[in-house]
Every structure is written in C-alpha cells, then in structure tokens.
C-alpha cells in the first residue's frame, strides 16, 4: 500500500488544503487537493497511538461490511482514509432539537451499525474483540444516506458486550451538553428500545462520567 505523499503524487494531486479535526487522542485533520485536471480528492490524515491495531480493525471491518471509511493509503505514522460526508453524532443529536425533529432515525441507524459490527467482531484474527471500545458520540458520521459509519479503532478496552455497548452510547447521549435533558433523554429511549436495562446504564453513566472527568452522575429517568 503506497504512502499517503506517494498516493497524491501518483495520482498528480497537491495537498492545498488541510485543517484540524476535533478528536480527544489522536491529531486529525480533515483535508483536500487537487490535481492538473483540477479533479479535488477529500480525505483525512489520521495518527493514532496504535496505528498498526487501528489499520488492521479498519482493513477487517470494511472487508465484512461494516460501516467503515476506507483506508487509502498509510505509512508507519499516519492513516489516509476517505473522507466521510455528513456530521458526527453530536452535531446530529443538536442539530435535530434546534430543528424540531427528533433522533429517531439517527438512533436506528446508530443501531445498525452496532449490530453489524457485533455480527463480525468475533472473527477478527488478531485480537478477541467482544466490544467496539471507544463509543464516543464524536467517532460516528451520520452520512447524508441516512447510513452510520464508525471509525476511532485504537488498542484499548474491547471487552464487553452488545448489550453494554448500546447502554454505553446511551449514556454518552445522555451526558451531550449540547441539547436539553427532556430531548436526550427521548433520543436514549429511541435508541435502547426494548434493551433498555437501568444497571447497565448506571453502570455505563459512571462509566462514561469518569472517562469524561464529569464529578457527579447525573439522576436520569428514562
């Protein structure tokens, strides 16, 4: 697999644009470059702690149709993958109360991809994957087909269960501080469905409240 300097300059591109990407780990930036043909390509450019594990989660995932961007070029310091039109799940979460609409089919689709990645995860030959890990609300795109994709794979805490991974989002939704408590908590049930379990979902509160250093769990009534 060609580099990501070597991926442009095969292909006759020259970087012209390039900024930072919010991320709580990794730097990340979202960029773009033309060609003669003026022919633009969008990506990112990813370094994440673990690139090996990272690139090798990626490869698996997207190869057993999961939800994934694809990885376009790399080396041993950064990922080149395609850039994923559409807004992360926080964006999407207050852009749907500021709208009036609800996070029903964002929380469907949320769901989705949850299932399509625990369908798959056992086979991953590497390492025994029982979790999707990092679930942050900040490493999904709701792209514009109304499609989940996933992405943020580094070596960390894959153990756990589907179960607990949908509590997890869950209580990631319920800890946005971007939207009012009656709308997140609308968006929780949406997603939760029938699972909805209160100890796994203060389990994954204080969980979450110490990932986040947030001192006080909040009393949540679903």
Not at 105 to 122: G, I, M, N, T, Y
Request: charged letters at 25%.
């Amino acid at each position: 697999m060609k580099t990501p300097h070597d991926f442009l300059l095969y292909q006759g591109y020259e970087q012209c644009h390039k900024e930072a990407y919010p991320s709580r780990h990794n730097e990340i930036y979202m960029a773009c470059a033309l060609n003669p043909d003026c022919m633009l390509i969008e990506y990112m450019l990813k370094s994440p702690r673990d690139i090996e594990f990272e690139a090798k989660m990626l490869t698996f995932l997207y190869e057993n149709g999961v939800k994934v961007p694809k990885i376009m070029a790399r080396d041993d310091k950064t990922l080149m993958i395609e850039y994923l039109r559409g807004g992360t799940l926080v964006d999407t979460l207050a852009d749907c109360e500021k709208n009036g609409g609800d996070f029903t089919e964002a929380a469907s689709a949320l769901r989705d991809w949850l299932v399509s990645f625990h369908k798959v995860c056992a086979g991953f030959p590497d390492a025994k994957i029982t979790s999707a890990g990092d679930l942050s609300l900040t490493n999904f795109t709701l792209a514009p087909a109304g499609v989940v994709y996933g992405y943020d794979f580094e070596n960390g805490d894959y153990t756990g269960s589907f179960e607990d991974d949908l509590h997890t989002l869950a209580a990631e939704i319920l800890l946005c501080d971007k939207c009012s408590a009656e709308f997140k908590s609308a968006a929780a049930r949406a997603l939760l469905g029938g699972d909805y379990d209160k100890n796994r979902l203060d389990a994954a509160l204080e969980r979450v409240c110490r990932e986040q250093g947030i001192e006080n769990k909040p009393d949540v009534k679903l």
